[in-house]
């Protein structure tokens, strides 16, 4: 596993795929339902977020990760965690814990291996305005 890198990790940090239209789309919906900036964003594009791809072991086939007190959350349980993060109406959401695990996943993992030729692709992060572009936190310093 490499070495952590330097970021603002006092917030939790979901980390997108800033090609993909879905998860652009999903970051910029974040965004507006999360005014008060209780979730840090990164796109797994930027330095920050290859660097927590390769951390956490992971690939950009998962699509997103959600960085939280040291762990990291992809496919069913990453929206779950989320969904508790957001609190107050989002708690619905987490309803879906119910279905079992395995096919959450089986569900998410179809939509994120076929997101490109489903929704199709875009300049980098071309979904945000450049108020939430300037929201995406970055490393605090290189990684070595």
Same mark, same amino acid.
């Given at each position: 596993?490499? +070495? $952590?890198?330097?970021?603002?990790?006092?917030?939790? $940090?979901? *980390?997108?795929? !800033? /090609?993909?239209?879905?998860?652009?789309?999903?970051?910029?919906?974040?965004?507006?339902?999360?005014?008060?900036?209780?979730?840090?964003?990164?796109?797994?594009?930027?330095?920050?977020?290859? %660097?927590?791809?390769? =951390?956490?072991?992971?690939?950009?086939?998962?699509?997103? #990760?959600?960085?939280? $007190? !040291?762990?990291?959350?992809?496919?069913?349980? !990453?929206?779950? =965690?989320?969904? +508790?993060? #957001?609190?107050?109406?989002? =708690?619905?959401?987490?309803? *879906? %814990?119910?279905? &079992?695990?395995?096919?959450?996943?089986?569900?998410?993992?179809? /939509?994120?291996?076929?997101?490109?030729?489903?929704?199709?692709?875009?300049?980098?992060?071309?979904? $945000?305005?450049?108020?939430?572009?300037? +929201?995406?936190?970055? #490393?605090?310093? &290189?990684?070595?």
């Amino acid at each position: 596993m490499n +070495r $952590l890198p330097t970021y603002d990790d006092s917030k939790p $940090l979901f *980390v997108f795929d !800033g /090609v993909c239209v879905v998860c652009s789309g999903g970051a910029k919906w974040l965004m507006r339902f999360d005014r008060t900036g209780r979730i840090n964003l990164a796109s797994a594009q930027s330095p920050l977020g290859q %660097a927590l791809y390769a =951390h956490f072991g992971k690939k950009l086939d998962d699509s997103y #990760l959600l960085v939280d $007190l !040291g762990c990291a959350y992809t496919a069913s349980s !990453g929206y779950l =965690h989320l969904a +508790r993060i #957001l609190g107050g109406p989002w =708690h619905i959401f987490r309803i *879906v %814990a119910f279905i &079992p695990e395995r096919w959450r996943d089986r569900m998410y993992n179809a /939509v994120a291996r076929n997101r490109y030729r489903w929704f199709g692709k875009t300049d980098y992060c071309a979904l $945000l305005t450049s108020e939430q572009r300037n +929201r995406l936190i970055q #490393l605090i310093e &290189p990684q070595t």
